[in-house]
């Protein structure tokens, strides 16, 4: 391979370099065209390239080279110029995807991809999305990934930590870990915007304001002060049970998962909070529908220790969806009261943020803030949630609504 080719018609490759292997499957050689073979030229499940071994460090040099990679029809990955073809090695995928824009043209909303190159490429019907689940892949290798962190930092000043597992035993899940880890970085003195500025944009945008704000001050503390940080960290998800029904226990053993504790634990917690969420009926058919996968599974691959407990977690996600009366019934939840008091006083004094459907509809933009007074009208709300998807629903014609509502069917239509 020449040393510094400016264009991808310079880039070349002797013949000896590579070992001979049949020309791309699908492709027919130009005449003049040379095949030199398998060449000796890697990409790593990371998007590292690598030749003879050693990392390709020149980054103009790797999105050059991205610019002749191509696919045979037998999946294997070959650099094509107008002289020569050279099969690479590819262990998971050429390129990966870094950021993601959702941009409005014309109307129609686009997903617009960069890549690990600095190439952008929008889906389309040339690029479609494919969502693919391999069982037997795995996340790339903790030590091997913090190696190259460190050599390219400053150990003394760098912080590390397994987010995901920290944020998950804080709130109930890892959905708050971007906004822990942006604490983090300011706390460690990387972000040059005040906090108070970037509390502030937290409420401008709307989203969970009380839980962001939350996991970024959660993020600060880890780095200002590790040691208390770790001493107020719950030993589980700090969202607790629902208040339970006497009919809880009974829906839950619908499911007969007495091989998996794992999976008995994951339906009587989201029994319970069906149950407070809608009624039994609603609990019962979350339970009865999982015991059918459970059973169907069990039959065909003789455990249900792989899908059972995603359709678990997933249906109780879609059924549980967050509309008008959930909202009343977790403004209500005492544990709400209970946490604030523990971190900020028993003078604490805080208001609820909402954006109702129907203010929205009407123009406004800006969330309202209501404060504890407004918990009759909580309580008026949550006892109506008895209508929720009926002809009676004030909610439910709401066309976020109705999707919801039809998310759930057809999840269970395809499971």
Same mark, same amino acid.
């Given at each position: 391979?020449?040393?510094?080719?400016?264009?991808?018609?310079?880039?070349?490759?002797?013949?000896?370099?590579?070992?001979?292997?049949?020309?791309?499957?699908?492709?027919?050689?130009?005449?003049?065209?040379?095949?030199?073979?398998?060449?000796?030229?890697?990409?790593?499940?990371?998007?590292?390239?690598?030749?003879?071994?050693?990392?390709?460090?020149?980054?103009?040099?790797?999105?050059?080279?991205? /610019?002749?990679?191509?696919?045979?029809?037998?999946? +294997?990955?070959?650099?094509?110029?107008?002289?020569?073809?050279?099969?690479?090695?590819?262990?998971?995928?050429?390129?990966?995807?870094?950021?993601?824009?959702?941009?409005?043209?014309?109307?129609?909303?686009?997903?617009?991809?960069?890549?690990?190159?600095?190439?952008?490429?929008?889906?389309?019907?040339?690029?479609?999305?494919?969502?693919?689940?391999?069982?037997?892949?795995?996340?790339?290798?903790?030590?091997?990934?913090?190696?190259?962190?460190?050599?390219?930092?400053?150990?003394?000043?760098?912080?590390?930590?397994?987010?995901?597992?920290?944020?998950?035993?804080?709130?109930?899940?890892?959905?708050?870990?971007?906004?822990?880890?942006?604490?983090?970085?300011?706390?460690?003195?990387?972000?040059?915007?005040?906090?108070?500025?970037?509390?502030?944009?937290?409420?401008?945008?709307?989203?969970?304001?009380?839980?962001?704000?939350? %996991?970024?001050?959660?993020?600060?503390?880890?780095? +200002?002060?590790?040691?208390?940080?770790?001493? %107020?960290?719950?030993?589980?998800?700090?969202?607790?049970?629902? %208040?339970?029904?006497?009919?809880?226990?009974?829906?839950?053993?619908?499911?007969?998962?007495?091989?998996?504790?794992?999976?008995?634990?994951?339906?009587?917690?989201?029994?319970?909070?069906?149950?407070?969420?809608?009624?039994?009926?609603?609990?019962?058919?979350?339970?009865?529908?999982?015991?059918?996968?459970?059973?169907?599974?069990?039959?065909?691959?003789?455990?249900?220790?792989?899908? /059972?407990?995603?359709?678990?977690?997933?249906?109780?996600?879609?059924?549980?969806?967050?509309?008008?009366?959930?909202?009343?019934?977790?403004?209500?939840?005492?544990?709400?009261?209970?946490?604030?008091?523990?971190?900020?006083?028993?003078? @604490?004094?805080?208001?609820?943020?909402?954006?109702?459907?129907?203010?929205?509809?009407?123009?406004?933009?800006?969330?309202?803030?209501?404060?504890?007074?407004?918990?009759?009208?909580?309580?008026?709300?949550? +006892?109506?949630?008895?209508?929720?998807? /009926?002809?009676?629903?004030?909610?439910?014609?709401?066309?976020?609504?109705?999707?919801?509502?039809?998310?759930?069917?057809?999840?269970?239509? @395809?499971?």
């Amino acid at each position: 391979m020449n040393d510094t080719p400016e264009k991808a018609e310079n880039i070349t490759f002797t013949k000896d370099q590579g070992t001979s292997c049949p020309p791309p499957k699908g492709m027919t050689p130009r005449p003049g065209q040379i095949v030199c073979g398998e060449i000796d030229m890697r990409i790593d499940a990371d998007g590292v390239w690598f030749y003879h071994g050693s990392p390709i460090t020149r980054k103009k040099l790797v999105r050059l080279f991205s /610019t002749v990679v191509r696919r045979d029809e037998a999946g +294997a990955y070959w650099l094509i110029t107008p002289a020569e073809m050279a099969r690479i090695t590819v262990d998971d995928a050429p390129f990966l995807v870094v950021e993601m824009l959702e941009t409005n043209d014309n109307g129609v909303s686009c997903l617009k991809f960069r890549t690990n190159v600095d190439t952008w490429v929008t889906a389309d019907a040339a690029h479609p999305i494919r969502v693919v689940t391999d069982p037997d892949s795995a996340f790339p290798d903790v030590e091997a990934t913090m190696s190259r962190v460190t050599e390219g930092t400053r150990v003394a000043d760098g912080v590390a930590a397994d987010v995901r597992s920290l944020v998950t035993r804080l709130f109930g899940d890892d959905q708050l870990a971007n906004v822990f880890l942006v604490g983090m970085a300011y706390q460690a003195g990387a972000v040059p915007v005040a906090a108070d500025d970037i509390e502030q944009a937290i409420e401008l945008n709307g989203a969970a304001v009380a839980r962001n704000v939350q %996991a970024f001050r959660r993020g600060r503390q880890l780095v +200002a002060d590790p040691e208390g940080f770790h001493a %107020a960290l719950p030993g589980g998800p700090s969202v607790e049970p629902a %208040a339970t029904h006497p009919r809880v226990e009974e829906i839950a053993r619908l499911v007969r998962s007495v091989s998996d504790p794992g999976l008995t634990e994951t339906v009587l917690r989201r029994v319970g909070e069906l149950v407070a969420y809608q009624n039994v009926a609603y609990a019962t058919r979350y339970a009865t529908f999982v015991e059918q996968v459970r059973d169907r599974e069990e039959s065909v691959l003789g455990s249900s220790e792989l899908v /059972t407990p995603l359709v678990a977690r997933q249906l109780f996600k879609l059924m549980a969806y967050k509309d008008e009366y959930e909202v009343a019934r977790l403004s209500l939840d005492p544990l709400l009261e209970r946490d604030l008091k523990q971190q900020f006083g028993e003078d @604490v004094r805080y208001s609820f943020a909402l954006h109702p459907p129907v203010l929205r509809a009407l123009g406004m933009r800006r969330k309202i803030a209501l404060g504890t007074w407004f918990r009759p009208g909580f309580r008026l709300l949550y +006892a109506m949630r008895h209508l929720r998807g /009926t002809g009676f629903d004030p909610f439910g014609r709401a066309g976020v609504r109705r999707t919801e509502r039809a998310l759930v069917e057809e999840y269970t239509t @395809v499971m």
